[in-house]
């Protein structure tokens, strides 16, 4: 089956720490997208990259870097720069044009 | 500036009647629309889209309209079930570009 698969669902970390949030697709998808949830604030863009080895930033991408050196995959790392960082991330891939989002399951963040 | 707006982020519905989720935009450009359902600690999952080109698209239960004058589009579920309670996000694309710009979502509660 093809799909987005988001890794870990839970992930706990300390303050001061860095993490990395994995996400793969294997729908042949070029653009690739990290969206941020939190309570009342709907789907904020945080990096977007439309093909292997390029990316862009989004809306809030302070605290935030990613990497895109395959297709299949677009990794986020929540830096310790970053805030506020406890939210909930969900990534999302986007094939022709037409099409809309294919969404992962998401990944919990909390720090503590 | 926020680009998408639900506004009513909450309704709740008896099952059987009709849920009306409204979605008003402020870029004219925008020639696609979506909705996506999403259950907590789930991602969202697409429901029905419709181009700039019609006022009108229906998928079983789900119809979406769309008023380009008013820059408005509109999703009504009839007849409401209990598995529709979820939070139902408007969003919306530029032809060229590979972004989409969501709302903050709307509750969905259908009470049995």
């Known amino acids: 089956d093809g799909g987005i698969t988001q890794s870990p669902k839970y992930l706990f970390r300390k303050e001061g720490q860095n993490v990395t949030l994995s996400c793969e697709q294997n729908l042949n998808h070029d653009a690739m997208y990290w969206y941020r949830q939190d309570p009342g604030q709907g789907l904020r863009l945080i990096y977007y990259?439309?093909?292997?080895?390029?990316?862009q930033k989004g809306d809030i991408a302070e605290g935030y870097s990613v990497s895109r050196e395959k297709k299949e995959s677009f990794p986020l790392t929540v830096t310790s720069a970053q805030k506020n960082p406890t939210a909930f991330y969900l990534c999302?891939?986007?094939?022709?044009?037409?099409?809309?989002?294919?969404f992962g399951s998401g990944t919990r963040l909390t720090v503590v | 500036d926020q680009q998408v707006k639900q506004n009513s982020p909450s309704l709740s519905v008896q099952e059987g009647r009709i849920s009306i989720l409204n979605c008003d935009y402020t870029n004219s450009m925008f020639d696609y629309f979506l909705w996506y359902k999403k259950y907590p600690a789930e991602g969202p999952t697409f429901l029905i889209s419709?181009?700039?080109?019609?006022d009108k698209n229906e998928d079983g239960r789900f119809t979406v309209f769309l008023n380009k004058s008013a820059k408005h589009l509109s999703l009504h579920i009839v007849p409401s079930q209990p598995g529709d309670s979820a939070v139902y996000f408007c969003a919306a694309s530029l032809y060229g570009n590979n972004r989409l710009a969501f709302g903050k979502g709307n509750q969905v509660v259908v009470i049995p």
């Open positions: 990259s439309q093909i292997v080895n390029d990316f």
């Open positions: 419709i181009s700039s080109i019609k």
């Open positions: 999302a891939s986007r094939g022709t044009q037409g099409d809309g989002y294919t």
